[in-house]
């Protein structure tokens, strides 16, 4: 099932009152060096070998600095205090040593006055030179966070906003005489034979800085638009598409063969999900060359991405069979989860909800079992290992906001808790995006959502447990919390499918549950308070309020013996002693009186649902179809469904339009309506058994997000 994972998030970090601490005794550059050196002999050097994330802590939080290394203080090494944000200053040094590549990297620096240390970057897109900052070059650090890295007299200068160091042209002026090389090539085609060997060598990051050269050493006389054309392609290449863009648009003459310009200008809309520009843009390809095969292959695919964006017409059962690819002999392969669609959003309109900031509301009558809206995620890195999923999705997050500035607007617009924004976030200074790493943790906190593969596989019982990634929709972020929301969703690859769990009228907000709740009132609002810093306001909570602390506690006493009984197993197939099928019913009959007729009407009884499941399991295990029925009309009935005795006559597909607003949809529903079915079936009643089919039928749907046959339930 999918979990929304969050933790309390904290304004950020405070420099300590009172003076500086003492200056430490500074290692020479040789003694830097020399362990430095020790350390690079033990780093794996092979290429691929899988870096680590340094995942920040919100409670250590600072702000990125917000001013260009041209307004701050330059100060030497020597000036750095321990454990000190130096704000207001900056400091220019050149890399004396490879770096070390393990969360950041790490290198030995000087200054032009002689003085040497060590320099941590973290968080930099592999797409960056610094990334892996090569000797020789220089760089600027802008408001230097100082810091001791455990043992005594061993410190480092530790940026962890990307935005916080510059890579330094080697002609800029503010490089200090001593630290200055002069151009490393002199002429523009010099660079651009650099770039060419670069991009052959497949060292991309290279390509695009010396690409960049070769167009600020290139005199009036050199035309531009080759080099702004090659530096396009590289940039596509690496999911750069705002650089990639503005390449394209840059290298048109006006000419026939700004076909080419047009054309990645488009590929680099695409890239960014901008599907309408996209199109702008590849129809002016088209119309200057209308036979290249493909501008007419890419413009044929963004025309099927704008019909779903607005018909919401999708193949979902090819999508899911898409995660796969047959190998030979082998078995069916993992392909990529993210899936060349567009996204459906015109039913929703984000707007001001009264009670929870801002809202998701539908922008027309939805019919329950109708898509509400299907969203491509923004960010989804491809890990399912739970272990290291939220630090893969931080990590691609601020990778895609340094490469890609422009979802700075929609991601950074998001909800960040109490994190303090210096308001500057996303904005350009120094030619970069001021990317807040601390801000990014806390908005992934908050937002993220937790999917596995597809949903139809995860129903499945022989589907690992706890294969989850973590991602982000920028669209369903919007959506706030109810215990016994109007939606539910799914997820295939990267699209999450919300469909409608009850008949939605326009205007109203639209809800879902961040996470599989838990059935005792307090317990539950301890977790939302805890992760989201919300109190409850749904129709549950609202009405277990007015349950009183005694009955309360009679049924906490009833929970807790309920749980030693039943393990968390429901009865297979195996015979259940009556004795303890006895005990569990008479708690059952207990636990029904603890709830006040007035109080539960019409909402769910969340506290009885696992022992009559568990009832359910037991009586089928015995063939006792009559109580199966009995068992799984409560079941139904705790979900908040409105079921009538087992006596009476009663349509199972009208119980998701006529139960009220008070249901809470999950796969359980509809596994009780199989039971129901089954033991229909067993006792003759062919057309209660076939309208059961029917409505868990559609049940499925709203939880896998599409039709899909219910014996994968058996699988
Ligand atoms: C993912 S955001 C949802 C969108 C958010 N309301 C906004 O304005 O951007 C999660 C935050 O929304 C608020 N929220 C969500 N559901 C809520 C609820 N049922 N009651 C109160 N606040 C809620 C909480 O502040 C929560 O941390």
Redo the contacts with the bound molecule.
Sequence with gaps: MAVAVASPSVAPFREPAGPAPPTPRRLTKDELVKTHSTHLQTQDSSPNAPRPVKQPIVLEGYPASTKSIRELEIIPLAELRPETHHRGKGIIVKVASQPFLGAGAVSIVEDEFGNADKLAIYNQADSSILSGVPEGCVVAVKEPFYKNNGADEDFMICVDHPSDVILLRFTDPIIPEALRLGPLLQTADDWKNAADRAFIEKDYPTAVFCYTEALESSDDSTPKAPFYTKRAGVNLLLGRYDAAKADAMASMTGGAQDWKGYYNAGRAAYGLCDYAESNRLLSKALELNPSNEGVQRDHARCQARLREEETGDYDFAAMVASLHVHGHGAGPQQHSVHLDRGSFLCNTRIGE?P?????LFAARDIKVGEVVFVEKATVLPNQYDPARASAALYAVMVRQLCENPSLAGPVLG??G?AYERSGEEGTFVDGVPVVDVFLVEAIRN??CFSAPRSTVEDTKPSSPEGRQANGLWVHA??????CVGNTMRSFIGDMLISRATRDIKEGEEIFQQYVPVKSLPDVRNKQFRDW???????MLCTREKRTSEAVLAKRRELVAAVEKLCNKQIPGRELVPDAKIRQVDRLVKQLEEAHEQDVYEGVPRLTLIHPCNWLVGAHRGRKNHGKVVKYALKVLRNFGFKVPDESEMWDPREMYTNSGNGTLMTVHVVAALRRLAESYGALGHKEMAARCIEAAEFGYLMVTGFKNDLRTLDR
């Design positions: 909800s009670h929870h900031g801002r809202g998001l909800y808790g908050k937002n972020s919007y959506l706030n919390h109810s989201w810093g919300f109190e409850c306001g749904c």
